[in-house]
């Protein structure tokens, strides 16, 4: 038996495995298939407690006595199921996880032998999480340790990996009371027009609502007196505030990039496991998906992440996502590059943090920022791409840091920082 820690992962020792999860209180245990896009194709591939049962998953009620379980059979799943996420929340309506931490072992669904239990460390406002999942990986089935936290309970999960979640009608909007009359009087206003994605449930913790549409991010100015600096001279070594356009030969660079990520510890102290990730978002800010170690794989595969690393030893790129530029959906036009200590451990702890772009057909280092200063914080927003209306794209080193030590607690200041 292994004990495992948030990003380890594990091969499978049978083909048939149950996962339940164990807590001080009662919790509703579930299960979501999801595809290479990391979403489920139909709301029927989400297996709860009301459809206990799915193609290759289901869920056993431990009746309140003992644990709820989600049994994966991985030789009966559907063709293109690359993944079976595992969650859980506290059966008490807006109970959160603080000091009730829950532990997921996993069985071998026949014989009853346990392969590795998992215990998400420091959990507070969470009221819900997806504990592992059971993923595919060179034709092999693997468990990998998650422990990603949402606040707003199942439904945030359930809609982030697709599934539909009739919400609460919104409120009627206050009805603002009449100007004082004033000749000539002013013509009937349009009503406001919703921007595109805040009906999503997932706004809620994106870009802040908007009453009108937000027109797209403008290119990031320059620092005083660097002037717009493209590729044309070989590698760009940015400042914070900086931006270079991702330009080349007078033709944008749209093919794949690979944006490295790096880390050492801070004066020869203990083991740094920080985590890398990329938020997207979409012409109003609307967060689009992220990428991070438990999703390794967003928007159709355009973006792709190299795996969690936990030491942050070695040198070298410790994480290193990669984007096609070309790819990318029409309506992503924002990436931030984010690095996180979701072990709680501060920036101050943390020496040599850079990240780099790199052509991904040659291996050329395009441009680098290096971050040269720290605060005693836990997450921090490395650099931005940014879409423009031309189609190029441009790059900026940002080196803005933040409190949140997952990706999820990054995705309102990214917005904000676009």
């Not at 020792?13 to 009662?26: E, G, L, N």
């Not at 760009?236 to 749209?254: C, M």
């Amino acid at each position: 038996m292994t004990a495992m820690t948030p990003g380890s992962n594990l091969p499978l020792t049978a083909p048939r495995v149950a996962v339940d999860v164990a807590a001080p209180v009662r919790l509703d245990v579930s299960g979501l298939l999801l595809g290479a896009d990391g979403k489920v194709r139909s709301d029927d591939d989400f297996i709860f407690y009301n459809q206990p049962a799915g193609p290759g998953v289901t869920y056993r009620s431990g009746g309140g006595t003992a644990p709820d379980a989600i049994l994966v059979d991985t030789g009966a799943l559907p063709a293109g199921i690359e993944r079976i996420v595992v969650t859980a929340s506290p059966d008490a309506a807006g109970q959160t996880f603080q000091g009730i931490e829950p532990t997921a072992t996993v069985r071998e669904a026949d014989s009853g032998a346990v392969i590795a239990t998992f215990t998400p460390p420091q959990l507070a406002t969470e009221t819900a999480l997806v504990v592992v999942e059971i993923y595919q990986r060179n034709g092999a089935w693997k468990v990998r340790a998650v422990g990603q936290g949402y606040a707003n309970g199942l439904a945030g999960i359930a809609t982030d990996f697709g599934v539909s979640v009739e919400e609460e009608p919104a409120a009627p909007a206050a009805v603002a009371p009449p100007a004082p009359a004033a000749p000539p009087a002013p013509p009937a206003q349009p009503p406001l027009v919703t921007p595109p994605g805040a009906d999503d449930p997932r706004f809620a913790f994106g870009a802040p609502a908007a009453p009108a549409p937000v027109p797209p991010a403008p290119a990031a100015a320059p620092a005083p007196g660097t002037g717009k600096i493209n590729l044309d001279k070989g590698r760009v070594s940015l400042q914070k505030n900086q931006t270079v356009s991702l330009v080349k030969g007078g033709r944008p660079l749209l093919s794949q990039v690979k944006m490295g990520l790096g880390w050492e510890p801070a004066y020869r102290g203990k083991d740094i496991d920080l985590d890398a990730s990329v938020i997207a978002f979409g012409p109003q800010r609307n967060h689009l998906d992220s990428c991070y170690f438990g999703k390794l794989n967003i928007l159709g595969g355009s973006i792709r992440h190299s795996g969690d690393n936990l030491t942050g030893e070695g040198g070298g790129d410790d994480e290193v996502i990669t984007v096609d530029l070309g790819r990318l959906p029409a309506d992503a036009t924002g990436l931030v590059f984010t690095v996180n200590s979701f072990s709680g451990q501060k920036f101050t702890e943390v020496a040599k943090a850079y990240c780099r772009l790199l052509d991904a057909a040659t291996g050329e280092e395009l441009v680098r920022f290096d971050l040269t200063s720290a605060e005693p914080q836990t997450g921090v927003m490395m650099a931005k791409l940014i879409k423009q209306f031309s189609g190029e794209w441009e790059m900026t080193a940002m080196g803005e840091f933040v409190k949140s030590r997952t990706v999820r607690g990054m995705v309102k200041p990214a917005a904000q920082g676009l």
